[in-house]
């Protein structure tokens, strides 16, 4: 499998994850876990900006307060962005520079930049599942091979 093919099975999955936390905290959701979710969208949001590049994230807030109907939208638009970045394997080593929260300039390839968006997201999935542990609810199944059987 070409690493853009698998980039755009983790991203599909990343989408699905995202999703059933969301939903689960429909019903079930303490405000912890919200604000968690929230920073998981807006950063994935924020990554895709990096990625078009000359991104100046200075004084950025990265835990903003957003409901669970503005993430739903957010979640299915930025998803989107992320299908339609994904459009070829050389494109992966493209360079994208930008300046993080601290205003601190960095470059990275569009590969590193992906990644990274895929290993914060599923750190603060659980992040959240743990919370929600603590509070007594079950949280979803997010497990990728979950996913798998039911696609």
Same mark, same amino acid.
């Given at each position: 499998?070409?690493?853009?093919? =698998?980039?755009?099975?983790?991203?599909?999955? +990343?989408?699905?994850?995202n999703?059933?936390?969301?939903?689960?905290?429909?019903? +079930?959701?303490n405000?912890?876990?919200?604000?968690?979710?929230? =920073?998981?969208?807006?950063?994935?949001?924020?990554?895709?900006?990096?990625?078009?590049g000359?991104?100046?994230?200075?004084g950025? +807030?990265?835990?903003?307060?957003?409901?669970?109907?503005?993430?739903?939208?957010?979640?299915?638009?930025?998803?989107?962005?992320?299908?339609?970045?994904?459009?070829?394997?050389?494109?992966?080593?493209?360079?994208?520079?930008?300046?993080?929260?601290?205003?601190?300039?960095?470059?990275?390839?569009?590969?590193?930049?992906?990644?990274?968006?895929?290993? =914060?997201?599923?750190? =603060?999935?659980?992040?959240?599942?743990?919370?929600? &542990?603590?509070?007594?609810?079950a949280?979803?199944?997010?497990?990728?091979?979950?996913?798998? &059987?039911?696609?």
């Amino acid at each position: 499998m070409q690493t853009l093919d =698998h980039l755009r099975e983790m991203f599909a999955y +990343n989408e699905w994850a995202n999703r059933r936390i969301l939903d689960a905290l429909r019903s +079930n959701g303490n405000e912890r876990c919200v604000q968690i979710l929230a =920073h998981l969208l807006v950063t994935e949001q924020e990554y895709l900006e990096r990625i078009a590049g000359g991104r100046d994230s200075t004084g950025f +807030n990265f835990w903003p307060v957003v409901g669970l109907d503005q993430m739903a939208a957010s979640l299915a638009s930025v998803a989107e962005a992320y299908r339609e970045r994904l459009t070829d394997e050389a494109s992966l080593d493209r360079s994208a520079t930008y300046k993080t929260s601290e205003g601190v300039e960095y470059t990275n390839t569009w590969r590193e930049l992906l990644a990274h968006v895929l290993f =914060h997201s599923s750190s =603060h999935r659980g992040n959240v599942m743990l919370k929600l &542990r603590e509070s007594g609810i079950a949280p979803p199944t997010i497990d990728y091979i979950i996913y798998l &059987r039911e696609a």
